[in-house]
C-alpha cells in the first residue's frame, strides 16, 4: 500500500507572502497524485489533481503543485496567500493505472496571519 | 446538485446508546465511502461500498460498527453500544467511475459520547 508523509503540521505564513506545504510519498511504479483542502468545520474538498502528463499542475484559488518523480514529491505552494486560505491542506496517493483507493497524508495546517 | 448530504451534523449521546449516522450521496455516484476524523488517527477510511455493495470494511474499528446502503442513494453508519472514544467526525464521500476522479465529501458528522 501506498504511504504518504506529509512534514509539516503546521505551516503559519503572513498574509501575502508565498507558501509551500511539503507531501512525500512511497515510490511506486506510477501514482495518481491529489491535495484536498478543509475549511473549518466542512468537509475536504479536491484542489487538484495530478494523474500524467505535466508535472505542473495547476489547482483552485491560485494553489499548484509540481509531481517530481525522482524525489517521490507532490508539494502545493502559491506565490501570495490570503487569511481565507487557513485551512487544513490533505496529500493523498493512490496507486496509477487502475481505480484504487488513495491513501491520505495526516494533514498540514495552514495559518496565514494578517 | 447539493452536493453529498449528512445528517445530523452535531451529535451528543451517552456512552451505551445506539447512533445513525446518516448519508445522500451525489446523484449518479457508484461509490461512497465513510471516513472518521480524529486528532489522534487523522483520516481513516471506515468501509466503501460501490453499486451498493460493500467493497471492504477492513477499517470499521469494531463490530460494534456497521454501515449499510439499502439503495443508491441513502447509506447509514451505525454504532451500537457508543462509547467515549468514538467521538469524532464522521465523514461521507462519493465519487463517480474511477476514483482517480477523485471524491466529493459531505459536511461531516461531528459525534460526541459522553
Known amino acids: 500500500a501506498q504511504s504518504v508523509t506529509q512534514l509539516d503540521s503546521q505551516v503559519p505564513v503572513f498574509e501575502e507572502a508565498p507558501v509551500e506545504l511539503r507531501c512525500n510519498y512511497s515510490?511506486?511504479?506510477?501514482?495518481?497524485l491529489f491535495w484536498y483542502v478543509q475549511y473549518p468545520n466542512q468537509g475536504l474538498q479536491l484542489l487538484l489533481k495530478y494523474l500524467s502528463g505535466s508535472t505542473l499542475v495547476k489547482g483552485i484559488n491560485g494553489f499548484e503543485a509540481e509531481f517530481n518523480k525522482s524525489q517521490t514529491s507532490f508539494h502545493l505552494r502559491k506565490p501570495s496567500v490570503h487569511i481565507s486560505d487557513t485551512a487544513e491542506y490533505f496529500c493523498?496517493?493512490?496507486?496509477?493505472?487502475?481505480?484504487?483507493?488513495?491513501?491520505f497524508g495526516r494533514g498540514t495546517s495552514l495559518i496565514v496571519h494578517p | 446538485d447539493a452536493g453529498v448530504i449528512q445528517s445530523p451534523r452535531h451529535e451528543v449521546t451517552e456512552m451505551g446508546q445506539e447512533v445513525t449516522l446518516r448519508c445522500k450521496p451525489i446523484s449518479g455516484h457508484d461509490y461512497l465511502f465513510w471516513y472518521r476524523q480524529t486528532m489522534m488517527r487523522g483520516l481513516e477510511l471506515l468501509i466503501y461500498?460501490?453499486?451498493?455493495?460493500?467493497?471492504?470494511d477492513s477499517g470499521m474499528p469494531e463490530d460494534r460498527f456497521s454501515a449499510k446502503m439499502p439503495n443508491a442513494s441513502f447509506s447509514t453508519l451505525k454504532i451500537q453500544p457508543s462509547e467515549p472514544r468514538d467521538s469524532a467526525v464522521y465523514f461521507c464521500a462519493s465519487s463517480f467511475g474511477y476514483l482517480h476522479y477523485g471524491y466529493t465529501f459531505g459536511s461531516g458528522t461531528r459525534l460526541t459520547v459522553v
Open positions: 493523498a496517493v493512490s496507486k496509477g493505472g487502475g481505480s484504487y483507493i488513495p491513501t
Open positions: 515510490s511506486s511504479v506510477s501514482v495518481y
Open positions: 461500498f460501490n453499486n451498493n455493495v460493500p467493497i471492504d
